[in-house]
């Protein structure tokens, strides 16, 4: 199970700093990566971290997000820095295993302008 934590309401230019535990199992997930979807749009990719550290951020978020992971304590961040009101969305934490996939339920994150 995938739980995330730390959203929130920010003003413009503020900072988040999401978190998304991984329970009940010592799974090492191949990737992780950070989904979002705001009201009436499809979810979006914002970042993604392999299990060697790699990372892919979004051209939306790049400069701004930075993900990262901690494998000893199966968390998964997503540091958010000068955020915008267009970064308002749900947040979701997503592992990837082989064929496997795993979602957390999500935390709202609303930026204020």
């Known amino acids: 199970q995938l739980v995330e934590s730390g959203g929130g309401l920010v003003q413009a230019g503020g900072s988040l700093r999401l978190s998304c535990v991984t329970s009940?199992?010592?799974?090492?997930?191949?990737?992780m990566g950070w989904f979002r979807q705001a009201p009436g749009k499809q979810r979006e990719l914002v970042a993604t971290?392999?299990?060697?550290?790699?990372?892919y951020h979004a051209d939306s978020v790049k400069g701004r997000f930075t993900i990262s992971r901690d494998n000893a304590k199966n968390t998964l961040f997503l540091q958010m820095n000068s955020l915008e009101p267009e970064d308002t969305a749900v947040y979701s934490c997503?592992?990837?295993?082989?064929?496997?996939?795993?979602w957390g339920r999500g935390t709202q994150v609303t930026v204020s302008s």
């Open positions: 971290i392999t299990s060697a550290g790699r990372t």
């Open positions: 009940g199992s010592a799974v090492s997930f191949d990737s």
């Open positions: 997503h592992g990837l295993l082989g064929s496997s996939e795993l």
